[in-house]
């Protein structure tokens, strides 16, 4: 009992708090969400550990309980980008309880019609994976588990199924890699193991040296992480490419980042800030193309390192019948994939208007995503 009685009130939220519990429909059926809370300053809430957050937000498995100091605060949940966000100010008040209840509307269906949704670039713990996907309605996810300082098999059985499957129709690999460099960042899928680039220094041996080795693997995929790094012109001419990034890690939810890191910077004066890093991608990446390098698109987010959410840079990949991991990056390096940044994309209206408003996007959403354009850079 006394054991019990302790257990209980560790998970009693502090007595100068109220306790907010969050939960989800969609048509009546829980589903899982993201979060983002700010307080009266704009400013971002961190949540208990024992939540699945990262940066600014976390993700809820159809409910939650949080507990927040006294004040007013702004919520938004979100669940990817084929549905509408929903946003709400909320007040707290000490020792008080209350529930929030957020109505998810699809926009768009595109599994349904054939268009998988997936990303190339996450660095989460692969016990969080399953729910993170579920919460953003990803459908492929590529986990990043071994890179230049850290390798997740080191001294570890790797399984002899790399690949997971769950939901019948979601799928994510354990062996994705990086390597990350002074020239900038190749991204490895389809290895059976890591690369040993661990002992590599920022230039020595040349990224092209691991490039060629891991190509000697049937099946392994490469994607050029950004466009802009300094050794692009270098890994593009080895032939051995298969994508390269074009809704990038730069493009995050909260901001754009201004700067092109330690890659070749773009002319500011032409392409100022806050867009202007997005159209250098997309200009380096149609440079590329008029070379008459047919390189496919691709998506990632960083989400680990950089702020933004798993999934909100995705890509699209048309598929026939059922889909699977390796059809998925088949139709990828075919370039069968427009690439997409999220938008947030508010409700919150009477019902009438949001069925009115729902059915307009739906259809602008199918112009994009199926129209053939390559990408959209904001």
């Not at 100010?89 to 309880?97: C, G, M, P, Q, S």
Request: hydrophobic share 35%; charged share 25%.
């Amino acid at each position: 009992m006394r054991t019990l009685l302790l257990c209980a009130a560790l998970l009693l939220p502090p007595t100068d708090e109220g306790v907010v519990e969050f939960y989800a429909r969609e048509n009546d059926r829980p589903v899982p969400f993201r979060l983002h809370i700010r307080d009266a300053a704009g400013k971002p809430v961190k949540v208990s550990p024992r939540h699945v957050s990262w940066n600014d937000h976390f993700v809820v498995n159809e409910r939650s309980h949080v507990g927040l100091p006294e004040g007013s605060y702004t919520v938004e949940a979100e669940r990817g980008p084929e549905y509408e966000a929903c946003t709400r100010t909320i007040k707290v008040a000490v020792e008080a309880e209350q529930g929030v209840r957020f109505n998810f509307r699809r926009i768009v269906d595109l599994s349904s019609e054939g268009w998988w949704s997936g990303e190339l670039h996450v660095h989460r713990p692969l016990e969080n994976i399953e729910l993170l996907m579920r919460a953003e309605d990803l459908h492929v996810a590529p986990v990043i588990t071994w890179w230049n300082s850290k390798d997740s098999w080191e001294g570890k059985e790797i399984p002899a199924e790399l690949v997971k499957r769950f939901d019948s129709n979601r799928f994510y690999s354990v062996m994705a890699g990086e390597d990350e460099r002074e020239g900038g960042a190749l991204m490895y899928y389809g290895l059976p193991k890591p690369l040993a680039i661990r002992g590599a220094s920022r230039e020595y041996p040349s990224p092209v040296k691991f490039l060629l080795e891991a190509k000697k693997t049937p099946g392994v995929h490469v994607d050029i992480e950004k466009p802009f790094w300094w050794d692009v012109p270098v890994w593009l001419s080895t032939g051995r490419i298969d994508t390269m990034g074009m809704a990038v890690n730069h493009m995050c939810r909260s901001q754009m980042y201004e700067s092109e890191a330690w890659g070749k910077a773009r002319p500011v004066d032409r392409l100022p800030a806050p867009r202007g890093n997005g159209f250098w991608v997309q200009e380096i990446f149609y440079h590329a193309l008029n070379c008459g390098l047919r390189i496919p698109p691709s998506a990632g987010s960083a989400s680990g390192v950089l702020a933004n959410p798993v999934g909100y840079n995705r890509a699209y990949v048309h598929l026939e019948g059922e889909p699977s991991y390796e059809k998925w990056m088949e139709g990828l390096r075919a370039g069968r994939s427009p690439v997409m940044s999220s938008q947030r994309r508010k409700s919150c209206r009477s019902s009438s208007r949001r069925s009115s408003t729902a059915a307009t996007r739906s259809r602008r959403w199918r112009s994009s995503a199926t129209g053939g354009s390559s990408g959209r850079c904001r």
